[in-house]
């Protein structure tokens, strides 16, 4: 039982590269998020899942897309990098979307943009 | 909406000494809410959470917190810290059956010797 995997763990890009970071679960859980963190702000929601084939917006989806086509999997893609998007990111997950239930955070992935 | 005020960016404190780590939330109907610990490098594991009950909970590591309605508040305490408890914490708020959980910008912890 991995829980939440993310990969890769660090990645450097060029301004207007594109690439999409990997979140995994083996927790079946419904409901995966994807935040980012940043010096002084706590960490802020980008997107967010309720189930598989089901997105929304958070806080601070410019820049970013999803999908979920499956349960397991949440990828998050940059279509066009921007040194803006310099951040840590974490995705996480939680058993079911309006509960007491816990969130589980991955360990996060390092993206510096150039 | 909900937010989430964490008082102090920093608090150094020595090692054995007790430490408060002050988070105030804001909502107009009713939350839980939690607070995480994260190491360096690492993502973010529940130190506790309030869900309901008693406004004192009890949490890993022997932290706690107290809920209290009227002033809004849920303090993390810990009566004696140790050198591993270094680290930065985050007070967070979700309102009850929702699902978006709302962040402070976190407290970093330092103990020293």
């Known amino acids: 039982n991995a829980g939440v995997t993310q990969t890769p763990k660090f990645q450097v890009l060029k301004t207007g590269q594109s690439m999409t970071l990997q979140c995994a679960q083996d927790?079946?859980?419904?409901?995966m998020s994807w935040y980012r963190q940043d010096p002084g702000m706590g960490l802020r929601l980008i997107h967010y899942s309720v189930g598989a084939g089901i997105t929304d917006q958070g806080e601070v989806p410019n820049g970013y897309n999803v999908s979920r086509s499956t349960t397991e999997d949440f990828p998050l893609r940059l279509l066009s990098a921007a040194p803006s998007q310099t951040s840590v990111y974490f995705c996480a997950t939680m058993g079911q979307p309006a509960s007491t239930d816990t969130q589980y955070f991955g360990p996060g992935t390092r993206l510096t943009v150039l | 909406a909900q937010s989430v005020t964490q008082l102090d960016s920093q608090v150094p404190v020595f090692e054995e000494a007790p430490v408060e780590l002050r988070c105030n939330y804001s909502s107009s109907v009713s939350v839980y809410l939690f607070w995480y610990v994260q190491y360096p490098n690492q993502g973010l594991q529940l130190l506790l959470k309030?869900?309901?009950?008693?406004?004192l909970v009890k949490g890993i590591n022997g932290f706690e917190a107290e809920f209290n309605k009227s002033q809004t508040s849920f303090h993390l305490r810990k009566p004696s810290v140790h050198i591993s408890d270094t680290a930065e914490y985050f007070c967070?708020?979700?309102?009850?059956?929702?699902?978006?959980?709302?962040f402070g910008a976190g407290t970093r912890l330092f103990v020293k010797a």
């Open positions: 309030y869900l309901s009950g008693s406004t």
């Open positions: 927790m079946n859980h419904e409901y």
């Open positions: 967070a708020v979700r309102r009850t059956g929702g699902f978006k959980t709302i």
